[in-house]
């Protein structure tokens, strides 16, 4: 009865249009309220504590605030740049740096939406001036926008850390050779269908092009390895690379390109000033410009946006949290458990429910809270299985990918829509081929395991774990 009425009240406060955080939280305090013999004053200290025991979470608001440093500032043009002087000279290169762009930014951010919105901006119509149909602009960018959340740093994935105790540096770790692969089989297709359609290509900018444009965006590419490198090292845990890495964007963008804060438009060196004099001009303008940049407008604007963000996601993961608090309370999960472990289901046959549940949740909910209601329910199952925890997160993101571009809440059809002008039904048929591309790459990462975790195995190994 407790798990009927938890159910259903979700889904009818989902049917009347109500945001998702609120129904997750009114399901759940209706639920303790009338069918549990839990107290009502857990509700307020569980609510608070969930957010306080998982210091994994600490990491989101810091990889937003990086990610609105860097989506501000110019790092994407730059990104971008280097992206079409590596694979522009290709036939369909345009389309493929801007793939190879959103893997680049994707590792930067840790957003799905923030690297549509960032690249998408930028290169859709870039691609239209050159000769590429709209609808294969917008259709690339909607898909190879949702490896946001699969090359690390992920929030997702730390969002699933926290809900399974899985580590979030061997996560990230999984997700590097998926999101190489990912990258990879959309350029691929992208290829053929440039030879089929006889789409343009760049011209070879030369080699001096290639190393002035890599150092131009080596701003935005050194925090890569600022962020994966600490924490593979050792150096760092996630949440205190993301907290370096938000101290880094907001240097990179003020300081270093300049496109934000006191100093914006400042050149570094001025016409026949010398060396020397423009590295103490330098110096001292930065002492100085320093406390200034806390307060500019710009800045703070920036900081408030992220905070925004930031306040509504980690809202939904606290109310989804108290939701799996009742179905933890309830025994829901070892109820589930038990019914589909009765139906003596080998581990792939498992693996093909999880997938159709996770589709079809990524319909209708917003991936943080699918993993924080799901993730309970379906890790203990994969254990008893013999389903490797950090190959089952893997899954349960490249779910969350294709939720990103399924009606009616995939968060990067709105976004790609808002950057077209174009309505949401254009959008979702530009996606949709695209999209066949990710469900085979789900079906390869779901049964081949050594994807995943070839690269975390032998990191562990390095470092003498097994």
Known sequence: MTTVALFLILFLC?????????????????????????????????????????????????????????????????????????????????AMASVLACMLFAAVSGSSPATVAAIGSIVIAGMVRSGYPESMAAGVICNAGTLGILIPPSIVMLVYAAATEESAARLFMAGVVPGLMMGLMLMLVIYVVARVKNLPAQPWPGLRALVLSFI????????????????????????????LSAVYAYLVAVFFYR???????????????????????????ML??????????????????????????????????????????????HHIAELIVHWNLPAWGFLIVVNILLL?????????????????ILFPISQQLGIDGTHLGIIMVVNMEIGMITPPVGLNLFVTSGITGRPLTWVLRAALPWLMVLLVFLVLITYIPEISLVLPDYIDQVRGYK
């Open 288 to 333: 100085l410009a320093f406390p200034r940049s806390l307060y500019h407008p710009e800045v703070r604007k920036v900081v408030l946006d992220a905070s925004k963000v930031s306040i509504m996601l980690l809202f939904i993961i606290g109310n989804a949290m108290l939701f799996a608090h009742v179905l933890t309370t309830e025994r829901i999960p």
């Open 360 to 376: 079809i949740a990524g319909n209708f909910m917003e991936p943080s809270a699918i993993l924080l209601i799901m993730a309970p």
């Open 259 to 285: 496109d934000m804060g006191p100093l914006k438009g400042v050149p570094w060196r001025h016409p026949g000033e010398g060396l020397a004099q423009a590295a103490l001009r330098n110096a001292g303008g």
């Open 216 to 243: 131009s965006a080596s701003g935005g590419l050194f925090l890569i390895f600022i962020v994966l490198g600490s924490i593979y090292l050792g150096v760092a845990s996630p949440t205190e690379a993301a907290a």
């Open 14 to 94: 989902l049917l009347s249009g109500m945001p998702i955080a609120m129904g997750l939280g009114l399901a759940s305090i209706s639920t303790i309220l009338f069918f549990s013999s839990d107290s009502l004053a857990s509700i307020s200290l569980k609510l608070m504590a969930n957010l306080g025991e998982h210091y994994t979470l600490l990491a989101i608001p810091f990889f937003i605030l990086s990610s609105a440093f860097l989506s501000t500032g110019g790092v994407a043009n730059r990104l971008i740049r280097f992206a079409v002087d590596c694979v522009g000279s290709i036939r369909g290169g345009l």
